[in-house]
């Protein structure tokens, strides 16, 4: 295979843990992309508590109120522009400010007000005025920590905001930790709009968080994490009966308890995560990383936003000077980051099974371009070269996947090569040989890309029904002057030619390459000497203005 095909190489990483961990990437992602939702809704229930100034409470309290809900407030919108979500954001924000000025203006709207509320609850009840200061100083920390972890995330400090946000949303949930372990109101009620607003506006700060570490080594790691996960679940059981029993034999020190609680929650969680993470780096079962996660998602993104576009190399046939064919290679035009190269996406492609959607992706663009050049002089006859990854074989649909693409193309078969690399072969049951036969059946020529590359088991040289042999640049490019390049290309040339497979060098670069290659024997030879890869109406043009003139050979 050319450097820039779909194939397969050699690696440690495990694929089908690697697949099982983007499918939950996936999910992530789909939460990632719905941040947006949540920043509003924190907005909007911000909006409806906000204090009203013609409340006759202490300014401390309503200060308090009025900063909380403004971090909350600012926090989601700032959220709603780094999604990408600008006019959605501008329309809530101008919806708040006006929604903020007519509740400010109208006196009845403090019946219905967050703060009045929990003023008349809590006089109703006859709270202590200590725990009714720190209703508010609850939501106030809330949204200091809110603030603190978005600044922090600004600034590149992932795992610290993180850590920030951890403590952020146990400190709603600190009522009700108390609750199990016995304490009523430790610390006051929280308003039910500050709680919802605060952990909605952490939730989505959280959401932005799923796909770095430390985060993603609870979210994304591989099934050996399900231990993990369950050992954070019961531990964190097991410290809140340990709170419980605590009161039952005193009651000093009872509201340190829920934060003895959150503490060692928080502490389990980074202590199994990080021990998780230093013996994976080391497992058998080796998976992406989080942010190989993310670019797979991106390959995942352009895919469905047509992104990837085709390129055509041209092929030489040494014998009559003529172009033979061309090797389909794919590319990815990235919207911020231009042309990314195949060797950055296609590894990663291949461990999560995006692979399969993108190689189908390939062969139908490619077969119904070229079956565009069906009543072109040069063109039209010559035949289209295209890469076939292992995973496609392995899905079990690939001979009916092709077969359909040429019918709805109106490609002929007889145009069309499907390469596959050694690997495809390698502890075949024989099921792989077989869709061989199938395709050859049907037409459709096969050749063996990067030969001599991979595990070179010449059995499978006799059993399938191949036409072509590339020979690897890797081989190509030390040529002329490396005599074991030399003699191995020598022998591959011979072993090739006398299974009846016609052979074809790539990545010749130059004279002296291409005059070795002919003289011991290669037939066709493509490589940036003859051109570059071409995008279709570029191949149509360098066709008209080379061919069928002499070809350099």
């Known amino acids: 295979m050319s450097q820039n095909g779909i194939g397969d190489k050699t690696a440690p990483l495990n694929e089908n843990a690697t697949q099982r961990q983007f499918m939950r990437h996936r999910l992530v992602r789909k939460v990632q992309d719905n941040t947006h939702f949540l920043a509003m809704t924190s907005m909007v229930c911000g909006l409806l508590g906000f204090p009203h100034y013609l409340l006759d409470v202490d300014n401390t309290v309503w200060l308090a109120q009025l900063l ?67 209703e508010y100083a609850a939501g106030a920390l809330l949204a200091c920590l809110i603030a603190t972890s978005y ?20 400190i709603p949930l600190i009522p009700l930790l108390g609750f199990f372990c016995g304490v009523a109101q430790p610390y006051g009620i929280m308003s039910p709009l500050t709680t919802l607003s605060g952990l909605l506006c952490a939730f989505s700060l959280l959401a932005k968080h799923a796909s770095h570490p430390p985060m993603s080594y609870l979210l994304l790691m591989d099934d050996n994490g399900k231990q993990i996960r369950f050992s954070i679940v019961f531990l964190s059981f097991f410290a809140i009966m340990l709170a419980r029993a605590g009161v039952e034999f005193g009651d000093s020190m009872l509201r340190a308890l829920p934060v003895v609680v959150v503490v060692s929650i928080l502490a389990i969680i980074y202590t199994m995560t990080a021990t998780y993470y230093r013996k994976g780096q080391s497992s058998e079962h080796v998976v992406l990383p989080a942010a190989d996660m993310d670019f797979a998602s991106q390959v995942e993104t352009a895919l469905d936003n047509n992104q990837f576009y ?90 009916d996947d092709i077969l359909q693409i040429l019918e709805e193309t109106g490609l002929a078969p007889q145009r069309l090569v499907v390469e596959l690399t050694e690997s495809a072969f390698v502890q075949d049951d024989g099921q792989n040989a077989s869709m061989m036969h199938q395709l050859k059946d049907a037409g459709i020529k096969l050749a063996i890309d990067d030969f001599g590359t991979g595990y070179s088991c010449l059995s499978y040289l006799r059993d399938i029904p191949g036409d072509y ?28 030619k006398s299974l009846g497979y016609r052979i074809i060098a790539e990545g010749v670069e130059t004279e002296a390459q291409s005059t070795f290659v002919k003289a011991i024997g290669v037939d066709i030879v493509q490589g940036f000497l003859y051109s570059r890869p071409l995008e279709a109406e570029a191949l149509q043009d360098w066709a008209a203005e080379n061919l069928p003139a002499t070809i350099p050979h």
């Open 68 to 134: 909380t809900y403004l971090t909350f407030i600012l926090v989601s919108y700032n959220l709603l522009l780094e999604n990408g979500r600008t006019n959605l954001a501008m329309l809530t924000m101008s919806l708040v400010t006006v929604s903020l000025f007519v509740v400010q203006l109208s006196p009845y709207a403090a019946d219905f007000n967050d703060t009045a509320h929990l003023l008349r609850m809590s006089s109703d009840i006859q709270v202590h005025h200590f725990t009714r200061v720190l």
């Open 151 to 170: 600044l922090f995330q600004r600034s590149g400090w992932l795992a610290t905001s993180q850590a920030i946000l951890y403590v952020a949303v146990m």
């Open 310 to 399: 085709m390129v055509y190399q041209p092929q030489i046939d040494f014998e009559t000077g003529k172009l033979k064919g061309v090797e389909a290679l794919v590319r990815w035009r990235h919207p911020t980051k231009g042309i990314i190269s195949p060797d950055k996406f296609i590894r990663v492609a291949e461990l999560t099974g995006l692979i399969v959607p993108l190689g189908n992706w390939v062969m139908r663009t490619a077969c119904a371009e070229a079956a565009k050049w069906n009543n072109d002089p040069v063109l039209g006859n010559i035949e289209l070269a295209v890469n076939v990854s292992a995973h496609q074989l392995k899905s079990g649909t690939l001979v």
């Open 469 to 496: 042999l590339k020979i690897d640049r890797s081989f190509v490019m030390e040529l002329p002057g490396h005599d074991k390049a030399e003699a191995v290309i020598q022998a591959i040339v011979s072993l090739g």
